[in-house]
């Protein structure tokens, strides 16, 4: 009896491991189909953002009552909408002001100083500064690019009476991106945006603090993003001047000529 006791206890803890084996194969086999699928997913999604890069123009405008100086990234460079529906073309609009843009795309903190030293105006009443992003999502040192903004802004104040700097709110959100990389590029968003207000408070300027505020963007990704699920429609740009418009009233006076025209 104790042979046969000893016997199913084994073909007991036998069957198992099997069934733990099988389980584990199984958990292994759905999250490599997982990996493939987003790799394929993102490559596509990649694809069409070139396609979107190579398309975009930036806004530009010759002729205004105030002038407004634009460096950055390709939020700043029109990727995902038409010109006159971005951020600096709504500002534009808004202020009826000339402007000059020499955002580009894939730029990060480090390269708006060689930006600036493009601009053929000695002096501009705004500079709107778009960058971050990729800073986010390429892992560079934020302790590094907070110490650089620090420095563009201190040369940038030299140019411009007036400092707007945005970043892209919660990067990690973008439908783009796998889940499971979200939470990590929101929680360098969050700390990025820390050393941002601290270097645009240091200069005087107004940091548009896009992260804290409630995003409509999830419940119709369609009609706020880009078909690359990265940048934005006009729409989605258009939420972002809106936060940009009511915190440069709170910080300055500042006369909208146009601002009915740009809640478009």
Not at 129 to 157: K, M, R, W
Not at 177 to 182: A, G, H, I, N
Not at 200 to 217: L, M, N, W
Not at 218 to 241: C, I, Q, V
Request: glycine share 8%; with cysteine.
């Amino acid at each position: 009896m104790e042979r046969r006791g000893g016997a199913k206890g084994c073909n007991i803890s036998t069957v198992m491991t099997r069934t733990l084996y099988s389980v584990a194969l199984i958990l292994m086999i759905v999250l490599l189909c997982y990996l493939v699928y987003e790799g394929i997913r993102v490559m596509r999604l990649v694809a069409i953002s070139k396609t979107l890069v190579r398309t975009a123009q930036n806004f530009e405008r010759t002729e205004g009552v105030v002038s407004v100086l634009v460096l950055g990234d390709s939020t700043a460079a029109s990727v995902g909408s038409e010109p006159a529906l971005s951020v600096p073309g709504r500002l534009s609009e808004a202020l009826d002001a000339s402007v000059e843009n020499y955002a580009t795309s894939g730029a990060k903190v480090r390269d708006v100083r060689g930006q600036l030293t493009q601009a053929k105006s000695e002096h501009f009443d705004f500079a709107l500064i778009q960058i971050g992003a990729n800073d986010v999502i390429q892992f560079s040192s934020l302790d590094e690019v907070g110490a650089l903004l620090d420095e563009t802004l201190a040369l940038v104040g030299k140019r411009a009476d007036k400092i707007i700097v945005l970043t892209a709110g919660k990067i990690g959100d973008a439908p783009l991106f796998p889940l499971f990389m979200r939470p990590i590029y929101n929680w360098r968003s969050a700390n990025l945006r820390t050393q941002f207000m601290m270097a645009a408070e240091k200069h005087g300027g107004v940091y548009v603090d896009i992260f804290s505020r409630s995003s409509p963007f999830a419940s119709d990704p369609k009609k706020y993003y880009a078909p690359d699920f990265l940048h934005l429609t006009g729409e989605g740009y258009g939420f972002w001047f809106t936060i940009l418009r009511h915190q440069v009233e709170k910080k300055w006076q500042v006369s909208w000529i146009n601002i009915k025209n740009t809640n478009r």
